[in-house]
């Protein structure tokens, strides 16, 4: 769709909302705990090979997106569910009087949307439309749509050259149009209250969308690192989660996710494993700066690490932000730039030496890079090859086998596909590792803020 056609439709459901409409931090340590619903999806998956073949499919469009996100014009407590999307969940409450609305719990994306109004609309999304949880600013006394004139409409056009009043007639209310890796969504921004049991947060930003494509969940919830993302909004001086292990359904079983607000000492949590931030590589106006970026010194198969140049593990100092490793809830499988997929491949094989390695038109089926031939063995009782990712400080993420190999049947051949992806076309453009959320399962991880650093231990995560 064309900028200018896409802006005037904005213009056109901002004319139609607001004319259907009728709408006019604390310093000490707070907690806060909220209850949460899971997201269904249209279509339970019957086949496990194509649930994984989209998995892999979505994880490499997202990892486009977030290593080209300009490249197109465009203590809280809650429980975490899993989904057959390869996402995970979170609820909050919005308005007065408060609607639940759920979320997908997104680290690699700063802005808050829900669906909104009863003329929201989702095309190719793999969302049952009468379970999609509507926000209806009609129906709260504290919505407020955000006119051109407000400052936090230029925080949104900051973002994306499709959102704010630029380029067209936006009298009244300030549109935008955010881009992800699965499509996108449209429509004005909101001044609302976000309401926990323990406090009222009122002003907070937030999008009203009207139209969305291939939007696997109700909402996203931007956990990014710029000021529209919900941890910048609520002061919070860290967040902290753990992720239960997918199964990639619709499952009613879930874990925590932890807010913490107001004054935080330095004092590491017990247990954990830190490994600093990086300052961002990137200058104010580039899309890169919400991303955490952390330094990746090492990867180790087995005992040996992997020779991987040097240009990859460390970003360049430029508005490109190119290399680098990023941690993002919202990817399911983590992805690498070729040549260090190709480096790490090439290890694991070498220790897999008992195990043939499937054919390239084996793989093509399965939309996996790297899967061995197992047939006639239990997935449980083959010794793997230990992978590690070892950060600066010394912080080592050794993975359980479940967290990158998993077993896949195609026709009369058992075989176990890792799940790391990668692509060809990828290019050497953006961050050169995305750490996705099937790396991250069984861990406790915590995103310190204030003390810029990310920290994680191994542990079964809570299932409630």
Same mark, same amino acid.
């Given at each position: 769709m064309a900028a200018s056609s896409l802006l005037s439709l904005m213009f056109l459901i901002s004319t139609l909302l607001l004319a259907s409409s009728s709408l006019s931090v604390a310093t000490n340590p707070t907690t806060f705990t909220i209850p949460l619903s899971p997201i269904f999806t249209k279509h339970q998956p019957s086949d496990p090979i194509k649930t994984l073949n989209s998995l892999a499919s979505s994880s490499l469009t997202r990892a486009h997106q977030l290593k080209r996100p300009k490249s197109k014009p465009p203590l809280t407590k809650t429980k975490v569910f899993s989904h057959s999307y390869g996402g995970y969940s979170i609820s909050l409450n919005f308005?007065? &009087?408060?609607?639940?609305?759920?979320? #997908?719990?997104? /680290?690699?994306?700063?802005?808050?949307?829900?669906?909104?109004?009863?003329?929201?609309?989702?095309t190719d999304c793999d969302i049952d439309p009468s379970k999609i949880p509507l926000f209806i600013p009609k129906l709260s006394s504290s919505s407020k749509f955000i006119d051109c004139q407000n400052p936090n409409c230029a925080v949104i056009s900051s973002i994306n050259s499709l959102s704010g009043c630029q380029g067209c007639n936006c009298s009244?209310?300030? &549109?935008?149009?955010?881009?992800?890796? #699965?499509?996108? /969504?449209?429509?004005?921004?909101?001044?609302?209250?976000?309401d926990f049991p323990e406090k009222l947060f009122t002003n907070f930003l937030v999008g009203c969308s009207i139209f969305s494509t291939q939007q696997p969940s109700a909402g996203t919830a931007g956990f990014g690192r710029t000021p529209e993302s919900l941890p910048s909004q609520l002061g919070l001086t860290k967040f902290s989660y753990c992720l239960i292990s997918q199964r990639f359904d619709d499952t009613s079983e879930s874990s925590d996710l932890t807010l913490y607000r107001g004054s935080s000492s330095d004092a590491k949590t017990p247990g954990l494993s830190y490994t600093p931030f990086r300052k961002n590589p990137v200058s104010n106006d580039s899309a890169f700066r919400e991303y955490y970026y952390v330094d990746l010194l090492k990867i180790i198969v087995g005992s040996k690490p992997v020779n991987i140049p040097y240009k990859y593990l460390v970003p360049e100092n430029n508005a490109n932000g190119n290399g680098g490793t990023i941690v993002d809830s919202g990817t399911t499988f983590t992805t690498m730039e070729k040549p260090i997929f190709d480096a790490v491949a090439t290890a694991l094989e070498a220790e897999m030496g008992n195990f043939s390695r499937a054919s390239a038109n084996v793989v093509a089926s399965t939309l996996f890079n790297l899967c061995f031939h197992i047939t006639g063995l239990k997935f449980e009782k083959i010794k793997f090859p230990e992978l590690t990712f070892e950060f600066k400080g010394g912080a080592k993420l050794e993975l359980p086998v479940g967290n990158y190999f998993v077993p896949v049947d195609v026709g009369n051949s058992s075989l176990v596909c890792l799940t790391i992806v990668t692509d060809s076309t990828f290019g050497s453009v953006g961050p050169a590792i995305i750490l996705g959320n099937t790396q991250q399962q069984n861990f406790y991880v915590e995103f310190d803020l204030k003390n810029d650093r990310f920290g994680f231990r191994r542990q079964t995560c809570n299932i409630k």
């Open positions: 308005g007065t &009087p408060p609607q639940t609305i759920s979320f #997908l719990l997104d /680290t690699g994306s700063s802005p808050v949307w829900f669906p909104c109004t009863s003329q929201y609309f989702c009244q209310a300030c &549109p935008y149009s955010f881009l992800y890796g #699965l499509g996108s /969504t449209l429509g004005l921004l909101l001044s609302e209250t976000l």
